[in-house]
């Protein structure tokens, strides 16, 4: 069983920037990609960012140039930058990995970008 920890959400003014983190512990025995979706209410989630074992990333159109993920293989953590952040970018942010053989959601992180 894998358990992943998010933080770093929180009520940001637009323009602003804000980091999350998502920590996975417990039994690991491979993780391949890992992931930041979101979803805003009233929405289907959707995915934010990717990043593959080796380190190729993906992003939806909506973020890229604003958002940066990238991941520390050693600590079995995923982080997201998030700059320039915009309203609509209001959404909870939910951490994704996947081993092998199974995948694991966290529990998300609530992103408010409001003046």
């Known amino acids: 069983q894998v358990q992943l920890v998010e933080s770093g959400g929180g009520l940001v003014q637009p323009g602003g920037s804000l980091r999350l983190s998502c920590a996975a512990s417990g039994y690991i025995f491979r993780i391949n990609a890992m992931g930041w979706y979101r979803q805003a209410p009233g929405k289907q989630r959707e995915l934010a960012a990717v990043i593959t074992s080796v380190g190729s990333t993906n992003y939806a159109d909506s ?53």
């Not at 952040?85 to 408010?112: F, H």
């Open 63 to 115: 973020v890229k140039g604003r958002f940066t993920i990238s991941r520390d293989n050693a600590k079995n953590t995923l982080y997201l930058q998030m700059n320039s952040l915009k309203p609509e970018d209001t959404a909870v942010y939910y951490c994704r990995v996947n081993t092998v053989g199974n995948i694991y959601w966290g529990q998300g992180t609530q992103v408010t970008v409001s003046s």
